[in-house]
């Protein structure tokens, strides 16, 4: 087997969104990609997409890509390794743990499988919805086993590699238990407490700010698709809302009794673990996201914002972030500029003498 | 009692973020601002910084703010209503049911007393941290009652727009009501949330997309200034988030056993409901917020977001909002532009003509 040819026939199972977006991107470089689904008629929109062509007898990939629902990855992934008994084989399944053990148990040749998973999605799937670039920047986790040689692991690297993402290894069971906590369970507490605003009057949506915007967006997310993630990673989601459960009961506790010096203290904990917590999360680039923020007052005309971003750039300054916020009804916005520390200073100065409001961070 | 003179001399009682912000804000207005305060040191602080003089034997103020923690507003407000009785007395405590309850209580003359709220605030308190323009363009709710007469209302409502703030009108149960929904409770659940990051691994922290961040950001906040508010407010609080517990209980359980139907169903709709609750959220300027969004890639060097809002307005369009968005351990940004619906197609061509890569909205 010559890893370097590996990725000149590329068969990809499985035609929804993920599926057709590996091969819409590995077509665009000219990889031989051939699209199956058991679905004909999804295998034919995405071909007709342009994701790659039907399988032919003579069929020989060095790499199949499984784009499946995780409750029968395993059974897929067997398949394959039996039909290909020269091919590597991946997956792309927001669960890594359960479909290894799956096909352990049954005996399958682990030496040619590597089970990885794109964080990458978008609100609506299918072929219809796939993307070339879907998985550009984006992280690409390799969990990774010791089945599998380093030569050909490195392989499957080279295929995210070229589609664009980054390459992040983790083993399968760090992996369900890391997407449950930054990913999967944020995702059910922001659909909680979005679901208590159904019950709200039209005046006190009204007085909606950037915090609850901000706390409820992914609320907005596809119930379908998130009940088959949530599904097949119900355990480790279930051990990080156990303990923000209980949390929560005793939060409550102290509500009904505010008090009580016990209640306070109780409050004043949870709030300071919720610091804590959110200092943990890094900031762009991987940095510690430590930048000094500059609140300017934008007008609600055309043009404003860029004027202002043009004359950052005149001031030899590189702006690390960039957040608007809206009062409601109201005609003025504040854009919230990241800087390094020592360049907000000089900054501020010389936007203040170019006219600008500056009204300073308030968070 | 000539209302137009009202705002000529305020006197105000309490000197720390909120007190000498409005103090600044209404000396810079020429105002003759007096400035009281429990604490001689505290009340020099605020002179100092310019929020107004110290109290004098002939003030004879036609308006009295009171800017003093919740549980001691009913108590100098009643004291301030009897020590000057042709003047007008409201505060700016963040809950506003129960300090008129007690002035009603005690027979206080509540047709001088109008209770109000500032939706503004900053991470820091006291006077050091006091600006004149905090309450520029953010909603500050009157909270209206029978007892007070629509001009003398109307006075406080014109303290307000000086500020340059949004006065909406709520009365005082429905205010306490709407800030433990819209942002009582959602800072709780943010701080529960982000507790849970502190067990996560280095790893499963670097996985952390803008889902994340934006549900956790408020979790920064200060636990000092929010054990006040949330004890002043807790009944309302513990409304919310007991039905939010319940809820909780019932996704665990469903986890707990992710295979049955009734499991599913559970699943499925809490994220039904979430979706519903946070479609009810005003979009900019209290529309509806159907604006559609174009990802445009951002090279991470200086100008780039520049050119494109330029060149954004040179296309005449206007945009609504603007996100970015930063992938982990690379060097490629996203700039998420909401703009309205007749307007995507058309700027999308445009910016791609102009050699921008469009991604499309990903959520």
Redesign the interface.
């Known amino acids: 087997m010559n890893d370097r040819r590996l990725t000149e026939q590329v068969r990809i199972v499985g035609s929804g969104l993920l599926g057709a977006s590996i091969g819409l991107g590995l077509s665009a470089r000219g990889v031989d990609v051939i699209v199956d689904d058991a679905s004909p008629s999804t295998r034919g929109l995405a071909i007709a997409y342009g994701a790659g062509r039907a399988p032919a007898p003579d069929d020989a990939p060095g790499l199949i890509v499984v784009a499946v629902p995780p409750d029968v990855t395993a059974d897929i992934v067997a398949a394959e390794l039996e039909r290909y008994p020269e091919a590597l084989v991946t997956d792309v399944a927001s669960v890594k743990l359960a479909p290894l053990e799956q096909l352990r148990a049954r005996g399958a040749d682990l030496s040619r499988y590597l089970g990885t998973h794109p964080?990458?999605?978008?609100?609506r799937g299918g072929a219809v919805s796939a993307?070339a670039?879907l998985f550009?920047?984006?992280?690409w986790?390799v969990a990774g086993h010791d089945g599998i040689s380093y030569r050909r692991a490195a392989a499957i690297e080279d295929l995210i590699l070229d589609l664009g993402a980054?390459p992040?290894e983790?083993d399968a069971a760090?992996h369900d238990?890391?997407?449950a906590?930054?990913?999967h369970?944020?995702?059910?507490?922001?659909?909680?407490?979005?679901?208590?605003?159904?019950?709200?009057?039209a005046?006190?949506?009204?007085?909606?700010?950037q915090?609850?915007?901000?706390?409820?967006?992914?609320?907005?997310?596809n119930?379908?698709l998130?009940?088959q993630i949530?599904?097949a990673n119900?355990?480790e989601?279930?051990e990080?809302?156990?303990?923000?459960?209980d949390?929560?009961?005793a939060?409550?506790a102290?509500?009904?009794d505010?008090?009580a010096p016990a209640?306070?203290r109780i409050?004043?904990d949870?709030?300071?673990?919720?610091?804590?917590?959110?200092?943990?999360?890094?900031g762009?680039?991987?940095q510690d996201g430590r930048f000094t923020a500059l609140v300017v007052?934008i007008d609600?005309k055309?043009?404003e914002?860029?004027r202002l971003?043009?004359e950052?750039?005149e001031e030899?300054?590189?702006?690390e972030?960039?957040?608007?916020e809206?009062?409601?009804?109201?005609?003025?916005g504040?854009a919230e500029i990241s800087v390094v520390p020592e360049a907000a200073h000089p900054l501020a100065t010389a936007l203040e003498q170019r006219g600008w409001?500056l009204?300073?961070?308030?968070?």
């Open positions: 964080m990458a999605g978008r609100e993307r670039d550009v920047g984006r992280p986790i980054v992040i983790m760090d238990r890391s997407v906590l930054v990913s369970a944020p995702q059910l507490v922001a659909s909680l407490l979005a679901a208590r605003l159904r019950g709200g009057s005046a006190a949506l009204g007085l909606s700010g915090g609850l915007r901000d706390t409820t967006r992914i609320a907005s997310s119930p379908a998130w009940v949530l599904g119900a355990a989601v279930a990080v809302l156990r303990p923000l459960r949390d929560l009961d939060v409550i102290a509500l009904d505010p008090e209640s306070r409050i004043a949870t709030l300071a673990a919720g610091n804590d917590g959110v200092s943990r999360i890094p762009k680039h991987g007052k609600d055309p043009g914002l860029a971003l043009t950052i750039g030899g300054v590189n702006m972030d960039l957040r608007l809206h009062s409601p009804e109201t005609k003025v504040f409001t009204m300073e961070a308030e968070r």
